[in-house]
């Protein structure tokens, strides 16, 4: 699994229909330790700037990261 650093994050209160009935809830890009920078789904408590996080499951294709 993939893990990094939270390199920014945002809560969405406004989602695309296919995702309305899940809000609120945290995307964040994570800086990824082999290089590079993904955009998340956060699952469990939420993250902050500078955060460690590790990759989970992912759902539907979307990744998922919680924090370490």
Not at 26 to 49: N, P, S, W
């Amino acid at each position: 699994m993939r893990s990094g650093i939270v390199y920014t994050e945002t809560v969405i209160w406004s989602a695309p229909e296919a995702f309305a009935g899940e809000v609120p809830y945290q995307t964040a890009i994570v800086t990824l330790e082999g290089g590079g920078r993904v955009t998340v789904r956060i699952a469990g408590e939420r993250v902050a700037i500078g955060d460690y996080v590790e990759e989970t499951e992912p759902c539907e294709g979307i990744p998922f990261f919680r924090k370490e």
